[in-house]
Each structure stands twice: as C-alpha cells, then as structure tokens.
C-alpha cells in the first residue's frame, strides 16, 4: 500500500510491504505565474504542480508575455528535487512585458480605426451592473498596468457625498473585461478575453467631481483574481521616473467603445492616433469658462477636426512610444460638449506618479 503524508512543509511518500514500511521526502510543487515549468523523473513526464519525489528535474522558462528581471536573458536552470525533501535550488521570477503589441492592426472612437486583437493589450473595458435587466453594461474604459491592478477615471465610481475614496466592492457591482473587442458583455471575443471581478477602488484623494473641476480624475482598480498574460492581454507601460517627454503634436494611441462620427455608441473597439497639446496651449484654447477644467494635472489631445475620444471613453488610456514600448500618459476624464471638434482633457499619469506607486507597491 501506498500513503502520502504532509507534516508541515515536510512530505513524506510510504510504502508498506509485509512487516516493514519505507518512507521518503517529497519535494513541495512548483508553481509560478510567471514560468513555465516541465517537470520529469527518469525522462518521464511529471505533474510540477502535485508533491514529487526526490530525483524530479524541474527546467522552468518565462511564460509568454514575460521576460527575465532587469531585461537579462534567462539562465538555464534545473531544479533537482533531493533526498531531503527541498529542491537544490530557487525559482526566479519573470516580469511581465509592458507596452508591447504583439498583433498588429489590419485596418484603419470618433473617425477611429477598428481596432484588431493584440493593438493595445492593455485595454480593459469596465462593465457595471444593469439590475434592470439584469445584465453589464460598459460605462468606461481602464488600463492594465500589473496582474491585479487596473488604471481608470475616478469620476467612473464617484457619487457625491461618498465617505470615503477607498470603495470596496464585495456584491460583484463591477467586472472588468481584458481582451474584449465587442462591447457586448455576453460575448467571449477570443481566447484571450477574460472576465474578472472589481475588489476594491482606489479614488484619489482631493477628486470632488464636477465642483472641483474633475482635478485629481484618477482611480486605481483592485482586482479580486490576477488577470492571466499572454499575445492578446498584458500591461502598458509606467515611466515611474519620468525618463520621457511628450511634446505637442506627437501622436498617442487609445482606444475604446466611444460614441462615433455617426453619434452612436461604437459595438467594436476602435483605435485612434491623437496628437498631444501640453497644459498652456489647451488652456488657452478654450474662453467660454471650459479652461477650469484643464486643471494642473491635466493635458489634452486631439484636434479640431479628425480623430478623437467620444462618450463612453471615459477612463480609457493615451499611450505614447518610447524605446518600441508604448507607455501610459493620460487618462480620458473630460470633454467641452459645446464645440465640434474632438479635443479631450486628460489626467496626467506623471503627476500621480508617488500616489500609484504607493499602491503598486502595496499590493505586488
């Protein structure tokens, strides 16, 4: 007869035969979300994710979408699983790969492209409750910046006389969609489309909505399960110590389900390419009392006639390329519906930097 036994972390693996017993230290499984790991004993296949006996080899390797810390390049590596119950070695970890898109778009959001599967693998969309119906219904647009974290708008979740800013959400009021192309809740689009529940809402301190001008428009989404990476579904960049500049007219790259040119709501996701307009120019552009808007920490893009955010962007990322990595800069917040044309303001991810690191930190 054969047992398994766990004491502790110590696994022990019996035979019983006639009036003896023969026992060994099993080795602990081994798991990682971002390695690939091929385990055999005596060149046969073994399950890395049950105990294993001693003399296993484990060979791990960067899952898909990742790649060795500091940007080395992997290290062979084998584990052997000994005598004494431990592997000979430790696992290393692989970060995800930012900003980078893996398929690019086929075709030519308010004049937007459609946009195909892999153009902007950050992008989430933001799906709220209908207990009308009951059903979800998409109300903005975020960015994935780690497995369990998710950038958006704060005016997204906030209702006046909030009493707090951190806004913990246990009823499953809000799921977020990655690798989602129709705006369609119901309809899974791909393998890489997935579908997780909001824990908790990270509102940024000092955002009172409209009285205080939409400034401080930022939110920081708590994911209840880490989202899986892949081709389709992985992270935009942070330039966490501001190594770049955007300068007016460099072209950024968003998309979402905004209204189009037509005045609709878009069923697919769109692209646009918008060109930047710093702080001073955007607010001087605007005399009808709008300029309030345009806070300190905002900018804004688009032009005036051409591409641009339209409703239902809200909460959507403007990413702009850096060194062949595309690196989140702004965040849809706010738009003047009194003019035609298709220039947007945008929260300022750099001026939120310590805030989001803080919370990064916290929780990875």
């Excluded at 960015?143 to 906030?158: D, E, G, M, Q, R």
């Excluded at 400034?215 to 081709?231: C, G, M, P, T, Y």
Aim: with cysteine; aromatic share 10%.
């Amino acid at each position: 007869m054969h047992v398994t036994y766990n004491y502790s972390w110590l696994i022990y693996s019996c035979l019983f035969f006639g009036t003896g017993v023969l026992c060994e230290k099993m080795c602990p499984p081994l798991v990682s979300d971002s390695l690939d790991i091929k385990c055999a004993h005596n060149g046969q296949y073994a399950n890395c994710s049950n105990v294993l006996i001693p003399g296993t080899i484990a060979t791990p390797s960067c899952k898909i979408a990742y790649t060795a810390l500091n940007g080395q390049e992997e290290t062979p590596l084998e584990l052997i699983c000994q005598s004494n119950g431990t592997w000979n070695k430790q696992l290393y970890r692989c970060n995800p790969n930012c900003g980078r898109v893996y398929i690019e778009n086929q075709l030519l959001i308010n004049n937007g492209y459609e946009a195909n599967i892999g153009t902007a693998p950050w992008n989430v969309g933001i799906y709220r409750i209908n207990k009308n119906k009951p059903n979800y219904d998409l109300i903005c647009g975020g960015t994935i910046i780690s497995p369990n974290l998710v950038i958006s708008a704060a005016h997204c979740f906030w209702k006046n006389g909030m009493l707090s800013n951190n806004i913990s959400i246990n009823d499953g009021q809000y799921k977020i969609a990655v690798g989602k192309y129709d705006r369609n809740f119901e309809i899974i689009d791909n393998d890489f489309t997935q579908i997780i529940n909001v824990d908790m809402v990270h509102l940024k301190k000092g955002y009172y909505g409209p009285a205080g001008y939409h400034a401080e428009d930022i939110a920081i989404i708590l994911l209840q399960k880490r989202v899986s990476f892949s081709n389709g579904v992985a992270p935009a960049c942070i330039d966490w110590n501001s190594k770049y500049n955007v300068v007016n007219g460099d072209q950024g790259k968003i998309v979402g389900w905004g209204k189009t040119e037509k005045g609709i709501l878009s069923p697919i996701l769109l692209e646009a390419s918008l060109p930047y307009i710093d702080h001073s120019s955007c607010r001087n552009m605007y005399t009808n009392g709008f300029e309030q808007f345009v806070t300190d920490d905002k900018f804004c893009a688009g032009s005036l006639t051409g591409q641009g955010v339209g409703a239902g962007d809200a909460g959507a990322g403007l990413c702009f390329l850096h060194s062949n990595s595309y690196y989140l800069t702004g965040i849809v917040s706010i738009k003047d519906i009194s003019t035609d044309n298709s220039i947007a303001v945008f929260t300022e991810v750099k001026r939120h930097i310590q805030w989001i690191r803080e919370l990064y930190n916290k929780y990875n």
